[in-house]
């Protein structure tokens, strides 16, 4: 459980408390929210309203914030996580990409004064610049991502360079359980691969469908991402790396030489890619989806240095 002082007449003393300035975490206050501003679900943003106080606080717990935390919401839509997370960390930055709740947040977010909100697209953010107003130290990330926009917004973070301490995630459970699958799965891809690269994915908690408002046709899953300080393999060349993951699962029925002979941009030859498996130790026919993150690294390693 997370714990704060109560503000006003009984701050100071003393008494633990669980969050309690925090109240949009259940349907009848979230729907009288959006009533009251007239506000309409957008499709294309994949807006679901989390209505479950007892999945809040577990995330918060998950991302383990601290007052001595900078936390990077994003997609807070009408506040009630950011509420929580406010109340547990020191400051907060949520970036919402729709105008029209940023009305709904001024309101909800109105007593809390370490708060900071973005109207702005997430993947046009200067994370980098996010990343020094807090010092250069580790910036903890909290988001709940439609499905359409996830990899792209966790390989920016990823990418960004930014002191990621840890990305605490709801997605669709698909999505989790790629996160964390190995080779062999139907589920295993580049995804897998770049999240299994970057950080150590861990399941928090199943949430189903009924805890959001509109209720989504999926139920979706808690993840937390924690940022490892060295990758568990090394790579040559990171950018070619992933180049090569992502051209071996574009085209999965293909075989890797195949795929990645015909690659835009890659700059290999079916040739190249033979020698490289028969150099591992592997046969020809060999798909992306059996192999592991070790053999990606030494597989790209090689062609790497065939390219020079």
């Known amino acids: 459980m997370v714990f704060v002082r109560k503000r006003g007449a ?3 003393s003393g008494k633990k408390r669980g ?3 925090a109240d949009l975490g259940n349907f009848t206050n979230t729907s009288e929210i959006l009533k009251k501003y007239q506000f309409r679900m957008q499709k ?5 309203f989390l209505i479950d106080a007892n999945i809040l606080v577990k995330i918060v717990e998950a991302a383990q914030i601290t007052k001595e935390d900078y936390v990077l919401e994003i997609g807070p839509g009408i ?3 950011t509420q929580y997370l406010a109340e547990a960390a020191g400051r907060v930055t949520a970036v919402e990409i729709d105008r029209e709740l940023i009305p709904i947040l001024e309101e909800t977010l109105s007593s809390y004064e370490n708060v900071t909100v973005l109207c702005e697209d997430i993947l046009k953010v ?4 996010l990343a020094e107003e807090n010092g250069g130290r580790p910036v903890k990330v909290v988001a709940n991502l439609p499905y359409y926009i996830t990899t792209p917004i966790i390989m920016a973070l990823f990418e960004s360079r930014m002191p990621l301490a840890s990305i605490t995630v709801m997605v669709q459970s698909e999505v989790a359980d790629r996160m964390k699958t190995g080779p062999g799965s139907k589920d295993y891809g580049a ?3 770049a999240v299994q690269y970057y950080a150590k994915p861990e399941i928090v908690a199943r ?4 805890c959001f408002l509109p209720r989504p046709n999926v139920d979706s899953t808690v993840v937390r991402l924690t940022r490892y300080e ?4 090394e790579a040559a060349d990171e950018t070619f790396l992933f180049a090569v993951i992502r051209a071996s699962f574009n085209q999965r029925r293909k075989t890797l030489a195949n795929g990645l002979a015909n690659a835009p941009g890659l700059g290999v030859t079916r040739g190249q890619v033979e020698t490289a498996l028969e150099e591992m130790g592997l046969a020809p026919m060999v798909r992306g989806e059996t192999f592991t993150l070790e053999q990606f690294a030494e597989l790209s390693a090689r062609l790497l240095q065939m390219r020079k």
């Open 44 to 48: 294309k943003y994949g807006q679901n």
């Open 191 to 193: 995804l897998s691969l």
């Open 79 to 81: 506040g009630t996580m």
């Open 10 to 12: 009984e701050a100071g």
């Open 126 to 129: 200067d994370l980098a610049a």
């Open 230 to 233: 060295k990758p568990p393999v």
């Open 19 to 21: 969050i309690e300035m």
């Open 207 to 210: 949430v189903p469908a009924s």
